[in-house]
């Protein structure tokens, strides 16, 4: 099972709807969660590769005040996760999404990879 899986399927069991990129068609109408792959770039210091992947937040025009507790929680159900995938601190300000009528907010989460064939 993959990192990513690991992620979609600790929201879906925390009880949101979650999608894959470019998978949830229309208007935002109620709370979803997208969970995507962000870039991987070489650990500085060891061989290993750094994963981010990003979750995406989304609540409805008229739920703005919902926003912030969801993000919370989803901040929390998280942690479910550790040490295996952690918290950059890399997270956006709420943004108008016109294209889907909501509110989203990014979360950023890195794990570590071993770079195969490093000796």
Known sequence: ???WNDIFDCLLDAGY???QPA???GECVKT???VKHGTQTRHPNFSSNVQLYDVLIY???NKYGTLEPTVNDVE????DLLPKVKPT???TPPYYDSEVKGYMV???YKNYRLERGMN
């Open 23 to 25: 998978s949830h068609m």
């Open 106 to 108: 990014s979360i950023e």
């Open 1 to 3: 099972m993959s990192v």
């Open 17 to 19: 709807d979650v999608f």
């Open 32 to 34: 979803y969660i997208v």
């Open 76 to 79: 929390r159900r998280m942690r």
């Open 59 to 61: 609540v409805p025009l």
């Open 89 to 91: 601190g890399n997270k």
